[in-house]
């Protein structure tokens, strides 16, 4: 397999814990308190090294915060550039609802890197570049902080002649689009916010991704939605790939787990089909774990060959 890299600005220590019920004003004696790694981009990484791949997450770090994400990272044995920031790194909470089977998830605000973090950042990423095949870029941008920074480590990617993948929103995503990247996967109210279209049907989101590769020069557009799949896009075809039925026990980084299988497949050197295909596979091979684990190898690899079946059995395909 190649060589992946990604990339975390506002990575977070990830809190999960169990509760009878919640209930407001009193003391709630908390317990199954497990401490994850998250972000985007390390999940990805994470999810990558899980399938087998070479995956190696560059990611700020801050604080007591930021020493526990190394220790949790170094545990996990994952490959880790921890960037050292003046902010603290954040934390975020989950608590899962016993009564109700519900999850509440409580998500905070990172520290906004200052002009010296972010260049230091940058100076990390071109250290790695010639040594990948696939460089991702994913997760939020704190508040107050310059979203160009994606912008910036686009440009430098493509400069080494890296394959770019971004899965971010708002204001990210379209700097990061400006610079333009291999590939973006925005999910369905992403490519709401970027085309300012209804997209009612799957003809409307056709056309939105397509405008998007065309506008923007770039290989491909995979609109991740949900429960119905993926749409890949590029400017002259587009394919949905619909996931197997798996029963759901937790979609938290199914989205992670997708881009993952993705990215091992493109740095590996498979087509745009086949990539996208063991993506989806992996998203739901994610929903299929507890809690916040992502995908399981085995899993991924038994999806993936069941969507390869049913597209072979299907009326008029190749046999």
């Known amino acids: 397999m190649g060589t992946i890299g990604t990339f975390t600005l506002n990575p977070a220590v990830d809190k999960h814990c169990a509760v009878g019920r919640v209930v407001h004003d009193r003391k709630l004696r908390t317990h199954d308190v497990r401490y994850d790694p998250g972000g985007g981009g390390l999940n990805v990484a994470r999810a990558a ?55 509440f998830r409580f998500t905070m605000p990172g520290p906004a890197p200052g002009e010296e973090d972010l260049d230091r950042c940058h100076e990390a990423v071109i250290e790695v570049l010639d040594d990948l095949d696939v ?7 704190p508040e107050h902080c310059d979203p160009e920074i994606y912008a910036r480590l686009v440009r430098t990617a493509r400069d080494h002649g890296v ?108 087509d745009l089909r086949d990539a996208v295909r063991y993506g989806v596979a992996a998203g739901a091979a994610a929903v299929i774990t507890p809690g916040s684990e992502l995908c399981r190898r085995d899993d991924v690899e038994r999806l993936a060959a069941g969507m390869r079946e049913q597209e072979t059995a299907r009326p008029g395909a190749d046999s």
């Open 135 to 141: 460089f991702v870029i994913s997760g939020s941008v």
């Open 49 to 103: 090294a899980e399938i087998g791949a070479t995956a190696r997450a560059l990611f700020t770090a801050g604080g007591a915060m930021g020493d526990l994400l190394r220790e949790l990272l170094a545990d996990e044995g994952v490959d880790r550039h921890a960037i050292q920031i003046e902010g603290l790194t954040r934390e975020n909470l989950t608590v899962f609802e016993e009564d109700t089977d519900q999850q």
């Open 163 to 270: 394959r770019t993948v971004v899965d971010t929103s708002g204001p990210a995503l379209e700097a990061a689009l400006g610079a333009q990247p291999s590939l973006i996967k925005p999910n369905l109210r992403e490519l709401r916010s970027l085309t300012d279209g209804d997209l009612q049907d799957d003809r409307d989101i056709v056309d939105a991704a397509r405008s998007v590769v065309r506008d923007h020069g770039l290989e491909a557009v995979v609109v991740s939605i949900g429960s119905g799949g993926a749409f890949l896009v590029t400017a002259d075809d587009a394919e949905r790939f619909q996931p197997p039925t798996v029963p759901i026990r937790s979609r938290i980084g199914a989205g992670d787990s997708m881009v993952a299988g993705l990215v091992v497949r493109l740095a590996d050197g498979a």
